[in-house]
Structure formats: C-alpha cells, structure tokens
C-alpha cells in the first residue's frame, strides 16, 4: 500500500489549503485513511478520518467545523479540506492507512504510513 500527501505550503491565518492523500488503497473493505499532524516539538497527533467503504468521518475537536475529510474513491484519493487556519495548525500532515481500525483516532491502528507535507500558517 502506498500514500503520497501533497498539497501543503504557506498560507495566512483565516486562510484555506486542501490536502491530498493519493492511495493505493483499494475502496472495498474496511480500510480507513486518516490524517495526522506533528508540530515541532508535539507528538503527532490525530486530525481527521474516513471509512472507505461506508464515507463515515471522525475529526479532532481542534478541528471540528473547519476540517473535513472527503474522498474521491475513482482517484483512489482522500482530501482534507482545511478552512480558516490559525498558526497553531502548523504542522507536518500525513496521511495513513488502516486494514481494519477500531478507533480511528488512534495512531497505532494504522499499517501504512505516507510522507508528510508542510503546513505552515502565519498570523
């Protein structure tokens, strides 16, 4: 299974970027693709989710109303949506999959991981 995340840069605080997740991940199943960040000097930390086959999404409070998650499953691709940024949503982004996941929110359900890409939001 492969992840390529792309779609980071530097973008204002109030501003929007879209991430995304190109996967090889097959759309039948219970695979879950996620999204996660690392701030310099945080552990990296859970953002958002979606069930493959069912489209069902979870996010991180610190995101809820401003993040979403979506997917084009004839791109085998999955999005994060992020609208109006603030600087404590600099990060690096990275995209993982999941065979199976109990809790999407948990990092160690997730078997395949993909390279992250740099967000950085200035105030």
């Known amino acids: 299974v492969q992840l390529q995340a792309s779609g980071g840069g530097l973008v204002q605080a109030g501003g929007s970027l879209r991430l995304s997740c190109a996967t090889s991940v097959q759309t039948f199943g219970r695979y879950v693709v996620g999204w996660f960040r690392q701030a310099p000097g945080k552990e990296r930390e859970f953002v958002g989710s979606i069930r493959r086959n069912g489209f069902q999404t979870n996010y991180a409070d610190s995101v809820k109303g401003r993040f979403t998650v979506s997917q084009d499953s004839a791109k085998n691709t999955v999005y994060l949506q992020m609208n109006n940024l603030k600087p404590e949503d600099t990060a690096v982004y990275y995209c993982?999959?999941?065979?199976?996941?109990?809790?999407?929110?948990?990092?160690?359900?997730?078997?395949?991981w993909g390279h992250g890409t740099l967000v950085t939001v200035s105030s």
């Open positions: 993982a999959a999941a065979r199976r996941a109990v809790n999407p929110k948990t990092e160690n359900e997730y078997d395949y």
